[in-house]
């Protein structure tokens, strides 16, 4: 498998985690707050990828990884085995082929939202000529009642680069939550 396919491939799963079993996971009331998404989102993103898939390909999914002088929420890397057998795990990434941060908030405050936001968009600033594609994965619970815009990124979308950030959001709104996924 090429880099791109296995870049496209990790895309669509991603992107199905969100829409069937993240979903699922919060109809069934597994998921209380952030850590329980992320730590949901790693299990379905391990599951569906399989442990053959990673160790062909020298990749990696790692949570609380350092990118960028930050620390991102869950990152799909590409690892140097050689370089792994001598050296630190965190000294041997050979690129970084996805970055996801979560928000899961039940209030109306956007703060911690806009942050996320702008941490993708000082990644995607630093990163201008790696393929690595950026996820905001954000459940808010509550929002302002006068908005019928269920996106977070859409008032500032002209900021990211095109084609490399996608947001998989969820907005509750009455009677079900709306779970969709938006490609910049």
């Given at each position: 498998?090429?880099?791109?396919?296995?870049?496209?491939?990790i895309?669509?799963?991603?992107?199905?985690?969100?829409?069937?079993?993240?979903?699922?996971?919060?109809?069934?009331?597994?998921l209380?707050?952030?850590?329980?998404?992320?730590?949901?989102?790693?299990?379905?993103?391990?599951?569906?990828?399989?442990?053959?898939?990673?160790?062909?390909?020298?990749?990696?999914?790692?949570?609380?990884?350092?990118?960028?002088?930050k620390?991102?929420?869950?990152?799909?890397?590409?690892?140097?085995?050689?370089?792994?057998?001598?050296?630190?795990?965190?000294?041997?990434?050979?690129?970084?082929l996805?970055?996801?941060?979560?928000?899961?908030?039940?209030?109306?405050?956007?703060?911690?939202?806009?942050?996320?936001?702008?941490?993708?968009?000082?990644?995607?600033?630093?990163?201008?000529?790696?393929?690595?594609?950026?996820?905001?994965?954000?459940?808010?619970?509550?929002?302002?009642?006068?908005?019928?815009?269920?996106?977070?990124?859409?008032?500032?979308?002209?900021?990211?680069?095109?084609?490399?950030?996608?947001?998989?959001?969820?907005?509750?709104?009455?009677?079900?939550?709306?779970?969709?996924?938006?490609?910049?």
């Open positions: 498998m090429t880099s791109k396919n296995i870049s496209q491939y895309d669509e799963v991603i992107n199905k985690i969100w829409l069937k079993d993240i979903s699922e996971d919060y109809k069934n009331k597994f209380l707050m952030e850590d329980s998404l992320k730590n949901a989102f790693y299990y379905h993103l391990r599951e569906s990828l399989s442990n053959r898939f990673l160790l062909d390909n020298n990749l990696r999914i790692f949570t609380e990884f350092k990118h960028y002088g620390i991102a929420d869950l990152a799909v890397v590409e690892i140097d085995r050689e370089k792994a057998e001598v050296a630190h795990l965190e000294n041997c990434t050979n690129r970084v996805a970055i996801v941060e979560f928000k899961y908030k039940s209030t109306i405050s956007d703060k911690d939202f806009v942050k996320d936001m702008n941490k993708v968009f000082e990644y995607t600033q630093k990163d201008k000529l790696s393929s690595c594609r950026y996820y905001l994965a954000f459940i808010q619970e509550v929002f302002n009642e006068d908005s019928n815009d269920y996106t977070w990124t859409s008032l500032t979308k002209e900021r990211f680069p095109k084609g490399r950030v996608t947001e998989l959001t969820c907005f509750l709104d009455k009677p079900e939550p709306k779970w969709a996924i938006i490609k910049w």
